[in-house]
Each structure stands twice: as structure tokens, then as C-alpha cells.
């Protein structure tokens, strides 16, 4: 089946610096990326879309500046979280849409980044 | 607005007992239906969708779902519930009509199965 490798797994860093989490797919062409944040016990809170080739769309509230995300490939998407603050700590995980086939109804999700800055 | 519902944040069973997890949506037309599970400090993995057709669809490790129609629910079911299906659950649902493919999220629902 159609599997997303998301790295790392878990980060931890200093305030100011940026940390970038990969997710890759591996064996199919994800259209679109979906990028989410979720906070202990809570479900999950889309922050970012993006299709391949174009600037990501971003949900009301999430600053596009401090949260970079690059899709520049099928296979390839990126969140960078620039100057990291301790309040930007949370557990990230990606969600690709493939865009042909019966997997187009389907999503496949990464395995998550635990980001802590400290 | 579209929303989700999952209106219990726990559910507690025993082993061997009948689960069910509930969810219910608030979505214009006829949208697509799924279910993930979720394990501490992992991604979530996909249990089941309802595209169309039949409305009792079987997915992984013995779970299924019913979609109701009048109802605009599709609980979550498994005849006999194992500890090892203790995690976080998650319905979600893709309006049709959303041309960015985005899925709108239930607020998640924990089950415990007790030995």
C-alpha cells in the first residue's frame, strides 16, 4: 500500500533555530500535501495545503512566514518552522492525496515529527 | 459551517465485548467517510472509507462502519474488541463539493479496551 516516510521522527532544539520535517512518498505521487499540527489530546488542526508546483495554501490564523512549506516534487514535501519558539512545540504529521486511481479517495499519513524547542 | 461529531471523548469496553465508536457529520451533500486510528506518538493510520454502495463497509484489523444516510452518521463497530485496539480514534469527512480535497475532523475519541 501507499506509505509516507515522515522525518524525524522527534526534534528537539534551541529557541531561534529552524528545524525542516520531510515528508517523502514513497511509492506514489502525492498531488497534494496536507500539513497538520496536533496538540495533546486534541485532533488534528490543518494548517497548510499544497499541490505540487504551487505556494501552499495556508489556513486562517497559521503565519506563512514562520511555517515554510515546499512541494516542489511529487514525491517531496517540506515544513520548515523558522526562529522555533517553545510555543511552536507540538506533534506535526503530513497527509498526501494521491491524485489518480482508486487511492484518489484515500490519504496516507506520515508517522508524525515531535517537535520540542527549548 | 461543516463539522464533525464525535460526541464521546472515551470509551471504555471489555475484551471480548462489542465495540462502538460513534460519529456523526453536519456536511452539504453527499460526502466521503472515513475512519483512522491513531497510536501514541504515531501518524494515523486508515481504518476504512465510504465512498458509495453498500452501506456496512468492512475494513482493518475486523472493524467496520454503517453508513446512515438519514441519520448522517457512520459509527465505527467491531464485534469483539481486543486490548491491543486500545488507541485514539478519528472520523473525518471530505465534503464533495471541496475542490482542495480537504478533510474536516472529528475531535477524536479514546478507546479503552480493559483485560
Known amino acids: 500500500g501507499a506509505v509516507v516516510s515522515q522525518h524525524p521522527s522527534w526534534v528537539i532544539c534551541k529557541s531561534g533555530t529552524s528545524v525542516k520535517i520531510e515528508c517523502r512518498s514513497l511509492?506514489?505521487?502525492?498531488?497534494?500535501m496536507f500539513w497538520y499540527r496536533q496538540f495533546p489530546k486534541q485532533s488534528l488542526m490543518l494548517m497548510a495545503t499544497s499541490n505540487e508546483g504551487s505556494k501552499a495554501t495556508y489556513e486562517q490564523g497559521v503565519e506563512k512566514d514562520k511555517f515554510l512549506i515546499n512541494h516542489a516534487s511529487l514525491t517531496l514535501s517540506t515544513l520548515t518552522v523558522t526562529s522555533a519558539h517553545p510555543e511552536d512545540s507540538s506533534f506535526y504529521i503530513c497527509?498526501?492525496?494521491?491524485?489518480?486511481?482508486?487511492?484518489?479517495?484515500?490519504?496516507?499519513f506520515g508517522s508524525g515529527t515531535r517537535l520540542t524547542v527549548v | 459551517a461543516q463539522s464533525v461529531a464525535q460526541p464521546e471523548d472515551q470509551v471504555n469496553v471489555a475484551e471480548g465485548n462489542p465495540l462502538t465508536v460513534k460519529c456523526t457529520y453536519s456536511v452539504s451533500g453527499n460526502p466521503y467517510l472515513f475512519w483512522y486510528v491513531q497510536y501514541p506518538n504515531r501518524g494515523l493510520q486508515f481504518l476504512l472509507k465510504?465512498?458509495?454502495?453498500d452501506n456496512l463497509v468492512k475494513g482493518s484489523y475486523g472493524f467496520e462502519a454503517e453508513f446512515n444516510k438519514s441519520q448522517t452518521s457512520f459509527h465505527l463497530k467491531k464485534p469483539s474488541a481486543l486490548v491491543s485496539d486500545s488507541a485514539l480514534y478519528f472520523c473525518?469527512?471530505?465534503?464533495?463539493?471541496?475542490?482542495?480535497?480537504?478533510?474536516?475532523w472529528g475531535a477524536g475519541t479514546k478507546l479503552i479496551i480493559k483485560p
Open positions: 511509492d506514489f505521487q502525492a498531488t497534494t
Open positions: 497527509s498526501a492525496r494521491e491524485g489518480r486511481g482508486t487511492s484518489a479517495y484515500g490519504y496516507t
Open positions: 473525518a469527512v471530505r465534503p464533495l463539493m471541496d475542490s482542495n480535497y480537504q478533510l474536516i
Open positions: 465510504y465512498i458509495t454502495g
